[in-house]
């Protein structure tokens, strides 16, 4: 009878420790953080959203001596495979740097106590396993409406979008209510190349040729691999037009000022990842993970590029005297994520200046 | 340029990948051949055809170098299929994400992580006869290969309409026994059909990459390769139907960014569908049911006329 009830007993205990140390070990720091890897939708290439998030990670992992592996092409369907494979290797942490992975992330996170950081998900935050950050860049959009509606000729200026998530939307609604602060006659040209038409060269380059045959002289483009379709459009269009016909290109998130396109890229809302990624290692190490970290005009997580065309100092004063009012707060840009309220808003603008 | 003709130009200029893709699937198809790898080929065609431009500077090369590589995939793809009787659903799925991974490795170890753009455009051979209101540009102001792509399409219809090889390319599909009864090597036919095809489709993959967009990047056709499929045989694998339908996909296409621009607030998932939509109306509209060559997607077995 005692040999069954020692086995009882060392069936207890066996079931009870590993969830003692789990309940111990969620909260508690990591000594160090020797490796952590970023899992990306597309290519590392796009310079963009995913070339950027990965060179950020690198960057960080070089600076503090850490491991880093980039899973690029992950594509937008069920990452699972993809992070078993990562859990497996022993990674440190694990950083799902797209919003399309906001609910297979948190989960996995649960189910095999692997920290995770996801984005556009601040309601996942769980003490010790998830944490999120969010690329509030409505700010810096709106001091692009500020100069594009000052450098604008024709007086109509448009935004270019592969598709309407939370990022995208925030700085289509940011940039127009800068244009429309700062002109309210500028006209602005809304178009959707497609529903995730992230990498639609092609038709990111028919769309931008329409919106300048209906007058824009600058196309703000947030497009990822697209973005490369709107500036071919660009180049092509200035390769034919007189010195007043120029249209000039405003990017996102990545800078591209040292590559072919920096000859009509007016400015650029720069995304920088390096204060997010550092900041989620520190709290790891610390034991304070499980945070929401917001990357906005304040902390420079998010800022304008200097214009690599010419700009007169009068203009880039208006657009410094804007960058002030906002962080003193006496500007309010409106925040807005969700396709439906954007449009109601655009309407809205549009009806105003009717 | 107002919006219309910029949009009449534009669709006429992103109907020549689809329809040279297209009709090389269809040159496949009447042959018996499924390939399904499209997406592939153009893939590989687009990069060869953007390293070529890069390298000697001319579009002709450039073309010329997404011909030979689609030509040498449908060589493999033919050979595999009839010779070896391998399955054409593995060996199109095969090529589709293949395609996607080699040319995407390929173009990383040769540009890193850069993404260069071709400096100068394709010129437009008759730009002084587009004066014309609304169809002047889309008739005249194109680059000098929309015409080419024209050309080789309609050449394409009459030889697989009206030639004896068209002919023989329809009864390898429809009745590979009359063409072996004929003394004429089904397997043969078929390679070669497979050759010229995927080469249509390679310069598809060309023209998407060096004259309409200026670049290649990794996964640059996203999705053309299967619409040209589904085109292929809706089109009744008819090239000359097929660049009709091309065009109409092309102008359903850009109808949905004009709408955008005008007062009218429709769901951008509701315009993504609308080429789709329009093109199974258009079918409908036709009245004639798709019909697929008898032997499409089967190996064909001299000793068995069960093809």
């Known amino acids: 009878m005692w040999i069954g009830t020692t086995i009882r007993l060392a069936m207890l205990l066996g079931l009870l420790l590993p969830a003692t140390w789990w309940s111990a070990a969620a909260g508690s720091a990591q000594e160090s953080v020797d490796s952590v890897a970023i899992v990306i939708p597309a290519s590392r290439s796009n310079q963009g959203w995913d070339q950027q998030?990965?060179?950020?990670?690198?960057?960080?992992?070089?600076?503090?001596?850490?491991?880093?592996?980039?899973v690029e092409n992950a594509g937008y369907e069920d990452i699972t495979p993809i992070l078993l494979d990562l859990a497996a290797d022993g990674v440190d942490l694990i950083i799902c740097h797209a919003s399309g992975y906001q609910t297979v992330c948190p989960e996995f996170a649960q189910r095999e106590g692997v920290p995770m950081v996801v984005t556009e998900n601040p309601d996942a935050v769980v003490e010790g396993l998830v944490s999120d950050y969010e690329t509030q860049a409505h700010q810096v959009a709106y001091l692009a409406g500020v100069l594009a509606a000052l450098e604008t000729r024709t007086g109509?200026?448009?935004?270019?979008?592969?598709?309407?998530?939370p990022t995208w939307n925030y700085m289509t609604a940011g940039f127009v209510q800068g244009v429309h602060d700062t002109d309210p006659e500028v006209e602005v040209l809304y178009n959707v190349i497609g529903e995730a038409a992230y990498d639609d060269a092609p038709n990111a380059r028919r769309v931008t040729e329409t919106v300048i045959a209906a007058g824009a002289d600058i196309v703000f483009g947030m497009g990822d691999g697209a973005s490369f379709g709107m500036i071919q459009a660009i180049r092509e269009h200035n390769a034919d037009a007189g010195a007043d016909e120029q249209v000039r290109f405003i990017d996102v998130i990545g800078d591209k000022s040292d590559s072919d396109a920096a000859d009509l890229l007016l400015t650029s809302v720069l995304f920088d990842y390096t204060g997010a990624w550092n900041q989620f290692i520190d709290d790891l190490e610390a034991g304070s993970f499980g945070t929401v970290y917001t990357m906005d005009l304040e902390n420079e997580g998010v800022r304008l590029?200097?214009?690599q065309i010419e700009v007169d100092d009068a203009t880039m004063a208006k657009v410094e005297e804007a960058r002030q009012a906002l962080l003193v707060g006496d500007i309010d840009v409106p925040e807005i994520a969700d396709a439906d309220e954007l449009a109601a808003f655009l309407e809205s603008l549009e009806e105003g200046a009717e | 340029m107002s919006v219309l003709e910029t949009l009449l130009m534009a669709a006429v200029l992103s109907a020549v990948p689809l329809m040279l893709a297209a009709t090389g699937e269809a040159i496949g198809q009447r042959s018996g051949l499924l390939n399904l790898g499209v997406e592939g080929v153009m893939l590989a065609g687009g990069l060869a055809a953007f390293v070529a431009v890069d390298l000697s500077s001319s579009f002709v090369v450039g073309l010329g170098a997404g011909a030979c590589a689609g030509a040498s995939i449908g060589l493999g793809f033919g050979v595999l299929a009839t010779r070896f009787a391998a399955s054409q659903i593995v060996l199109g799925l095969?090529?589709?994400l293949g395609g996607a991974g080699l040319t995407g490795f390929l173009f990383r170890e040769r540009y890193g992580l850069t993404q260069p753009l071709l400096a100068q455009g394709m010129e437009r051979p008759f730009d002084g006869a587009a004066d014309i209101p609304v169809v002047g540009l889309m008739l005249f102001g194109q680059k000098w290969f929309v015409y080419i792509a024209v050309c080789l399409v309609v050449l394409a219809g009459y030889l697989v309409r009206r030639s004896r090889a068209g002919l023989v390319l329809r009864a390898a599909g429809d009745s590979p026994f009359a063409v072996e009864a004929a003394g004429i090597d089904v397997s043969t036919v078929r390679i070669l059909a497979a050759m010229s095809g995927q080469a249509l489709a390679g310069l598809g993959g060309a023209a998407l990459a060096i004259v309409e967009v200026g670049f290649f990047a990794p996964g640059l056709t996203v999705g053309i390769g299967f619409i040209a499929i589904a085109l292929a045989m809706i089109g009744r694998q008819d090239p000359w139907l097929i660049a009709i339908l091309a065009l109409v996909f092309g102008l359903l296409r850009g109808a949905g960014t004009a709408i955008q621009l005008t007062d009218l607030r429709i769901q951008t998932e509701l315009l993504d569908v609308m080429p789709y939509a329009g093109m199974l109306l258009l079918v409908v509209a036709l009245g004639r049911r798709v019909r697929l060559p008898a032997t499409l997607g089967l190996a064909y077995h001299r000793e068995s006329r069960g093809a």
């Open chain 1, 53 to 70: 998030g990965a060179d950020s990670l690198e960057a960080v992992g070089e600076a503090r001596g850490i491991d880093i592996e980039v």
């Open chain 1, 156 to 165: 109509t200026v448009a935004v270019v979008v592969s598709g309407e998530p």
């Open chain 1, 305 to 307: 590029l200097e214009p």
């Open chain 2, 94 to 96: 095969g090529l589709a």
